[in-house]
């Protein structure tokens, strides 16, 4: 049954309402809900989880709608009761006013005295006049909502450059400004790489890589994923570039992207020309042919660039790059083996499960070589697209981040429910050979990682013993988690872990690749 609450013109951030939804689905009782702002776009949404009843059809875009699908009544009226008393919960040190609240923004500016940058996380259609308030103040902006208008971001980063400050996003989650991690960001060594990134997921790989590897991170520059199309014209990825090459606390410049549109990508190589120092680039899944100049080194994937940005910054020759990925193949070519022996003659299929869409792309530009085309609800070529994202057929990759997934609800990044329940249904049938993850760490991201993710791991293991579960970590010693914790509890389980989502690509393929010659 489903049961819902309106509150009318009620208004609450994206964050908050995440977390709400996060509590409400580990009650008892409780099979799903949506904790979401009525706007016609999360209908939608909603009405394809199957949680959209009259009420919330009714609704309005300033409205706040609670969807609880329970077992009984009870456990229903339990859950929507728990909601109200988490909306209405005051945060920590509100009452000694260590968490003081201001009435708004001018408020909240005159209280801080000397901060430049803000971060907004409103309903999308508020958003924009909100950052054009901010950057009339001089605060520079990182804008985490979504549902931005195309040119609302276009008028905003076009005033931002005029007065010399930055807009990262609209729906930029990630980044690293002077040492400090916004949002969904990880705990890295200052050093002297800058990053600029339209990808999040992508920057918060590269930056753990790069602080793993002994190196670190001067900036690192969000642009929000929209930034490299046609219409935007990559403005916030072309200021990052040349603040970066103005910086002198930045000796290497590293460009995380997917591709850009052709004519962005003849600005952006221009740009590139322009910079006295060494850039490394990622195009996640497109491919840069013309020399740009003499210090430009492209990549494949995530974890060549990362590492090439490192051999930069220690001053490395840059074949220590190519012997790091050389040890981790040789290291995946031994497991792969000992994996593919445990097999059963019908077990054929590999499926990713993954919270990070940069990484869904990433294993669509390694696996193909390995073992040929993925099925995904976020193909890279369109022909390979799901038909029901729910349903997995053959090879197959997920990004349970996609608005599909998330509406209404937290981020996978932050709660495990939706993946821990496609991991135990996945496992159970008889023709998947390897589950492949990712599991994201940092701030912002799950803070129990293996309370949530373990439980749903043994059972899967139970249920097929021939399984292999093969994961990358992305995050650091000093990250909230700790990665050495997060990764001996998963090996400790017979979870293959892998150090970056490139090395757990290959040796999840060689082992689907490997079984199928038995």
């Given at each position: 049954m489903i049961k819902t609450v309106i509150k009318r013109g009620a208004y609450f951030d994206s964050v908050s309402l995440m977390q709400v939804a996060k509590k409400l689905n580990s009650l008892p009782g409780v099979l799903d809900s949506a904790v979401v702002m009525a706007t016609k776009e999360n209908k939608g949404i909603i009405k394809a989880s199957g949680l959209l009843t009259p009420e919330v059809l009714k609704a309005g875009d300033s409205d706040l709608a609670i969807a609880v699908k329970?077992?009984?009544p009870e456990a229903a009226a339990s859950a929507l009761k728990a909601a109200e008393e988490l909306l209405n919960k005051k945060p920590a040190g509100a009452e000694t006013g260590a968490d003081r609240k201001a009435a708004g923004l001018d408020e909240a500016v005159k209280m801080l005295g000397g901060a430049n940058l803000a971060i907004i996380s409103v309903a999308g259609r508020f958003a924009g006049a909100l950052a054009a308030d901010c950057l009339e103040k001089n605060l520079n902006v990182m804008l985490f909502s979504d549902n931005v208008p195309l040119e609302t971001e276009v008028e905003l980063k076009k005033l931002a450059i005029g007065k010399g400050l930055l807009v990262m996003g609209p729906d930029c989650g990630t980044a690293i400004i002077n040492g400090a991690p916004l949002a969904f960001a990880n705990s890295v060594r200052r050093g002297n790489i800058g990053i600029v990134a339209a990808s999040g997921t992508g920057l918060q790989e590269v930056s753990t890589l790069i602080s793993n590897e002994g190196a670190g991170v001067s900036q690192a520059i969000g642009t929000g994923s929209?930034?490299?199309?046609?219409?935007?014209?990559?403005?916030?990825l072309l200021q990052g570039l040349?603040?970066?090459?103005?910086?002198?606390?930045?000796?290497v410049i590293l460009i995380v992207s997917k591709p850009p549109h052709p004519e962005i990508l003849k600005k952006i190589t221009a740009e590139i020309k322009k910079i006295k120092k060494p850039v490394a680039a990622i195009f996640l899944g497109g491919e840069i042919k013309e020399k740009i100049k003499d210090d430009f080194y492209p990549s494949k994937t995530l974890e060549e660039a990362a590492l090439k940005a490192v051999c930069l910054s220690k001053g490395w020759q840059m074949a220590r790059a190519r012997e790091i990925i050389y040890d981790a193949n040789l290291k995946a070519e031994e497991l792969a083996r000992k994996?593919?022996?445990r097999k059963k003659s019908a077990q054929k299929h590999l499926r990713g499960l993954f919270s990070g869409g940069t990484f869904v792309s990433e294993a669509q530009v390694i696996l193909p070589e390995i073992i040929g085309p993925l099925w995904s609800n976020a193909p890279l070529d369109k022909k390979w697209k799901l038909k029901d994202s729910m349903r997995l057929t053959g090879n197959a990759v997920v990004d349970l981040g996609e608005d599909e997934f998330t509406v209404g609800r937290p981020h996978p990044m932050i709660d495990y429910s939706l993946?821990?329940?496609?991991?135990v249904s996945e496992a159970a049938k008889p023709e998947v050979s390897v589950i492949l993850l990712d599991v994201v760490l940092g701030y912002g991201s799950n803070m129990q990682p293996l309370d949530d993710i373990l439980p749903p791991i043994r059972e899967a293991f139970r249920s097929n013993k021939g399984l292999s579960i093969v994961a990358s970590v992305t995050g650091t010693e000093t990250d909230p988690q700790t990665r050495s914790k997060v990764v001996k509890g998963l090996e400790a389980e017979g979870v293959l872990i892998m150090p970056s989502n490139a090395a757990a690509c290959r040796l999840a393929g060689r082992i689907v690749k490997i079984s199928a010659k038995k």
């Amino acid at each position: 049954m489903i049961k819902t609450v309106i509150k009318r013109g009620a208004y609450f951030d994206s964050v908050s309402l995440m977390q709400v939804a996060k509590k409400l689905n580990s009650l008892p009782g409780v099979l799903d809900s949506a904790v979401v702002m009525a706007t016609k776009e999360n209908k939608g949404i909603i009405k394809a989880s199957g949680l959209l009843t009259p009420e919330v059809l009714k609704a309005g875009d300033s409205d706040l709608a609670i969807a609880v699908k329970a077992k009984t009544p009870e456990a229903a009226a339990s859950a929507l009761k728990a909601a109200e008393e988490l909306l209405n919960k005051k945060p920590a040190g509100a009452e000694t006013g260590a968490d003081r609240k201001a009435a708004g923004l001018d408020e909240a500016v005159k209280m801080l005295g000397g901060a430049n940058l803000a971060i907004i996380s409103v309903a999308g259609r508020f958003a924009g006049a909100l950052a054009a308030d901010c950057l009339e103040k001089n605060l520079n902006v990182m804008l985490f909502s979504d549902n931005v208008p195309l040119e609302t971001e276009v008028e905003l980063k076009k005033l931002a450059i005029g007065k010399g400050l930055l807009v990262m996003g609209p729906d930029c989650g990630t980044a690293i400004i002077n040492g400090a991690p916004l949002a969904f960001a990880n705990s890295v060594r200052r050093g002297n790489i800058g990053i600029v990134a339209a990808s999040g997921t992508g920057l918060q790989e590269v930056s753990t890589l790069i602080s793993n590897e002994g190196a670190g991170v001067s900036q690192a520059i969000g642009t929000g994923s929209r930034d490299v199309k046609l219409e935007v014209g990559a403005l916030t990825l072309l200021q990052g570039l040349k603040m970066l090459a103005a910086d002198p606390a930045t000796g290497v410049i590293l460009i995380v992207s997917k591709p850009p549109h052709p004519e962005i990508l003849k600005k952006i190589t221009a740009e590139i020309k322009k910079i006295k120092k060494p850039v490394a680039a990622i195009f996640l899944g497109g491919e840069i042919k013309e020399k740009i100049k003499d210090d430009f080194y492209p990549s494949k994937t995530l974890e060549e660039a990362a590492l090439k940005a490192v051999c930069l910054s220690k001053g490395w020759q840059m074949a220590r790059a190519r012997e790091i990925i050389y040890d981790a193949n040789l290291k995946a070519e031994e497991l792969a083996r000992k994996e593919a022996a445990r097999k059963k003659s019908a077990q054929k299929h590999l499926r990713g499960l993954f919270s990070g869409g940069t990484f869904v792309s990433e294993a669509q530009v390694i696996l193909p070589e390995i073992i040929g085309p993925l099925w995904s609800n976020a193909p890279l070529d369109k022909k390979w697209k799901l038909k029901d994202s729910m349903r997995l057929t053959g090879n197959a990759v997920v990004d349970l981040g996609e608005d599909e997934f998330t509406v209404g609800r937290p981020h996978p990044m932050i709660d495990y429910s939706l993946r821990n329940k496609m991991i135990v249904s996945e496992a159970a049938k008889p023709e998947v050979s390897v589950i492949l993850l990712d599991v994201v760490l940092g701030y912002g991201s799950n803070m129990q990682p293996l309370d949530d993710i373990l439980p749903p791991i043994r059972e899967a293991f139970r249920s097929n013993k021939g399984l292999s579960i093969v994961a990358s970590v992305t995050g650091t010693e000093t990250d909230p988690q700790t990665r050495s914790k997060v990764v001996k509890g998963l090996e400790a389980e017979g979870v293959l872990i892998m150090p970056s989502n490139a090395a757990a690509c290959r040796l999840a393929g060689r082992i689907v690749k490997i079984s199928a010659k038995k």
